[in-house]
């Protein structure tokens, strides 16, 4: 412990003028004091700790008795992306208020202008909650250089809690684990778990085969949806819809039994482990964001990725394989709602096939945006599962990004924002799933083998949805940038 207060009296020299690059590691059990005190800590001596799973908090300096300032400590091996927090505080008095700093984000957008808070729970309500709106402050800091800072005041109620404090509802890879634990004692016959690879530090990516399986020893052609997440390891939201797909899918439901007799999902719930676990936002253990590199992965620099494009390749080569979806998940830090982003194509047929899957998404969630849906062909974008694999595959084939909000969604006709929870991610991913269904009822080829269809309110025709594409562009593509995330 000695250790620990030392280090927080001397964490102002950090290595240069902003002393972001000096944060290497996060905080451990550490005791903030005020200026020039030397005694043993007190209650109200602040500590703080990151060192925990998918934790990350770099930093603190004392400003005042009432407020901290706190730095975000970045991506291992990659200086550049700063936005992931999560971290403990203890040994607090009771109605000790406080206000956080948190003084060094790699990004200037962000949905912190929108009324987005950080979520909160403590040892004795160990429910995730957002901090009220009216408690968090995004500005412009003189003293930061003019950085972005993101302030939120906070009050402790109780002198005996560990409070946890988080940029989003945590998902870790342990959660995972545990996840699919449980599935795997209930024996499930149409659910599969096999280990697809190991990450850099021997993490598990665990693949999820969900079908009758009478499909996987049938000689007819298989039809198969791809769906992957957490390839940004601070995307938490995507690992929520994920689940959501996956409950859905191993439901009892009268439309998951018949998606399952038709079809088979293969499922990669967590591509970036080791990013996860140590708290990263953008990139792998070592460095690199994994989503730029899926034209040519490195089976030691980018194991995770290099098995999963393996599997893809070899399906696609597969004469008895039709791979028809590829939906990698994702989260965006600027945009409300769920939305997609899709590829160009020249033809104009195909452009509007494409255009299908999102329309029909759009009936079945309230929180889905067909206005911020596009399609688009940025040379940025190149090396990214959607780009590459849209490149890869035949005609039959759609791959998309599938986006949901950090925050919150805005149902049509409504202008106040509704924050997400964790249960309504995983409302959006049961109905990412339903929309298979929709999709495979208005191809003639499979609509003999389908259940009826669902009931839904406010459906257009499937005919509106030939004649539109996402966002209601008729007779035209939409090829519009990605919005920064």
Known sequence: MKTNMAESRGNTETGNENGYEGISGNVSKLIVFPHGYYGQPKKGHLIFDACFESGNLGRIDYISEFEYDLFIR?????????????????????SQRVIFNIVNFSKTKSLY???????????????????????????????????YVMSFAFCFDRDDDVYQFAYCYPYTYTRLQHYLENLDKRNLEYIQRELLGLSVQQRRVDLLTITNPVNLVSEDEQRVVFITARIHPGETPSSFVCQGIIDFLISQHPVA??????????????????????????????????????????????????????????????????????????????????????????????????AIFPKLLCRNAEDFSLTNTSFNKDLVKAGTGRRFLGGLLDDSSYCYTLEVS??????????????????????????VAKTFMDYYQSNSSMTAGLAAPMTREKSPGIAAVHQYGAGGTQKGQKSTKEHPK
């Open 113 to 147: 202008r929108d009324g987005m808070a950080p979520v909160v729970k403590s040892t004795s309500r160990p429910k995730w909650q957002r901090l009220p709106p009216k408690n968090v402050y995004y500005y412009r800091c003189p003293d930061h250089h003019k950085n």
């Open 74 to 94: 970045p991506d291992t091996c990659n200086p550049r992306f700063r936005v992931w927090f999560n971290f403990t505080v203890e040994n607090m008095r009771k």
């Open 257 to 354: 039994i018949s998606l399952r007799d038709r079809l088979v999902f293969k499922v990669a719930p967590m591509l970036n482990p080791d990013g996860v676990y140590f708290g990263n936002y953008r990139c792998s253990l070592m460095g690199f964001d994994l989503n730029r590199h899926w034209q040519e992965p490195s089976p030691w620099a980018h194991p995770t990725l290099y098995a999963v494009k393996r599997l893809i390749v070899e399906m696609h080569n597969c004469a008895k394989t039709s791979l028809e979806f590829y939906i990698d998940i994702h989260a965006h830090s600027t945009m409300m709602n769920g939305f997609m982003y899709g590829n160009i194509f020249e033809r104009q047929d195909l452009f509007q096939r494409q």
């Open 406 to 431: 950090f925050y919150s969604y805005m149902p049509g006709g409504t202008s106040v924002p509704i924050p997400y929870t964790e249960e309504t991610y995983k409302k959006f991913g049961r109905n």
